[in-house]
């Protein structure tokens, strides 16, 4: 799906798709707000506006004079869950170069009021298509499916006509051999948060599991579940515009996950694969063998397929996540996301970071990991290896009950 794009730096798309992209960006703005003249004046300005520019001379409005600058803290006392012991009463970070609150709040209404604006000229053109066309509206006049595949189709064909070669992207990437990358349709997984769908999109989803049934994944679970209590701090003044308020109201139910990477194709192509899968393996099995020569078996290697026996590919129990994260986390980056209410990880609930790197780790002792990578239709399969990490730098899941969990074939407590 084509997005709309809102950057400063569009690069060359509007050439590259006939000017047909949707594109745009947030500017500073800080002249629509009025201004500040004294700390008691800034009290009587809209909400959303106060101390956001000041009269000169009047220093209330930016680095560490900003009035309110920071107002984050880490609990509200709440009757259903005990009160962590946390080390800080605010979140870290509070840095005089960090915007505040104020600065995002100010952000995030200007790109409402940029999506206002298209529902009004939407509904413009839905009225003034019912005045030509009558009622009930043509599809033509809200559906955008055709507009979105004539976007892309334009795009597609020039990149792969006469502007190969030229976008940035591939001048970047073909000194390594991987300009076609940038011609090509890319799906994505990741253990880094936030992520859109969750689990879903995550790399462990798609973990074949050792003979034990053993995964790697998370340890931990959140304290609880659902919205944070609003700080008092936090609530629009009587009179003011919340925006929050207006946007829950709804009548829609949520939407359903789209399980986009399933398997789409019929069950006899799925079998044909398979059995070629199968064959190519056969036919590897066949000339690497331990038992044989190996400098004959190294010299057969350039007659077969580049695969490996399926026997001698078995998932390893050493694998596991470098990060403490949780089984029911959600951080999709949305306010609504619930990240790091691990009590035995986090110094502060209410800072509900998003950011985070985790990952699949393990070394030598590991065993394998074999990951499914659904619909590969181009042969490009990218993978992001981070090598510097300490040995022994991961959780893994539930022991045994001996206590201990085999890393290849040696006790975790033997581990060297």
């Not at 003044?237 to 789209?258: K, W």
């Amino acid at each position: 799906r084509v997005p709309i794009i809102f950057t400063q730096y569009p690069n060359n798309i509007m050439e590259e798709t006939e000017g047909k992209a949707w594109i745009g960006s947030m500017l500073p703005a800080l002249e629509v707000c009025p201004l500040t003249t004294s700390l008691e004046q800034g009290k009587d300005l809209p909400w959303a506006v106060r101390y956001q520019r000041c009269k000169e001379g009047v220093d209330l409005c930016y680095a560490n004079k900003q009035q309110e600058k920071f107002n984050a803290v880490c609990w509200v006392e709440r009757k259903d869950i005990e009160k962590p012991n946390f080390k800080y009463n605010v979140p870290k970070g509070q840095a005089s170069w960090h915007p505040g609150w104020r600065h995002h709040q100010l952000s995030s209404r200007k790109s409402v009021l940029i999506f206002l604006k298209a529902f009004q000229k939407a509904f413009d053109i839905w009225e003034e298509g019912i005045g030509k066309d009558g009622f009930p509206l043509k599809e033509s006049y809200w559906h955008i499916g055709e507009i979105y595949k004539d976007m892309q189709n334009t795009l597609r064909t020039y990149i792969n006509g006469e502007g190969k070669g030229t976008s940035l992207c591939e001048k970047h990437y073909e000194q390594y051999g991987f300009d076609k990358w940038c011609r090509t349709r890319m799906r994505g997984m990741s253990e880094f948060s936030p992520r859109n769908l969750g689990y879903e999109n995550s790399i462990s989803k798609r973990v074949k599991p050792a003979a034990s049934g053993y995964v790697p994944g998370p340890l931990f679970t959140n304290a609880y579940v659902g919205p944070d209590i609003l700080p008092l701090g936090w609530k629009i003044p009587e009179g003011h515009v919340d925006l929050h308020a207006i946007a829950v109201v709804t009548n829609y139910e949520a939407p359903q996950i789209d399980h986009f990477w399933e398997y789409e194709g019929d069950d006899d192509t799925f079998e044909e694969d398979a059995e070629n899968s199968r064959r190519q393996l056969g036919n590897a099995k066949e000339v690497v063998s331990t038992e044989g020569n190996l400098d004959t078996a190294a010299e057969n290697l350039n007659d077969v397929p580049r695969a490996l026996a399926s026997d001698d590919v078995v998932p390893g129990e050493g694998w596991g996540f470098y990060l403490r994260t949780a089984d029911n986390e959600y951080c999709d980056g949305s306010a609504n996301s619930e990240c790091d209410r691990i009590v035995e990880n986090s110094q502060c609930f209410y800072y509900g970071a998003n950011d985070s790197r985790n990952g699949i780790s393990g070394d030598g002792l590991s065993g394998w990991i074999v990951i499914n990578v659904p619909e590969v239709k181009e042969g490009i399969v990218w993978a992001k290896l981070e090598w510097w990490h300490p040995r022994k730098d991961w959780h893994l899941t539930p022991l045994n009950e001996d206590g201990n969990r085999k890393l290849g074939n040696i006790a975790q407590n033997e581990y060297p």
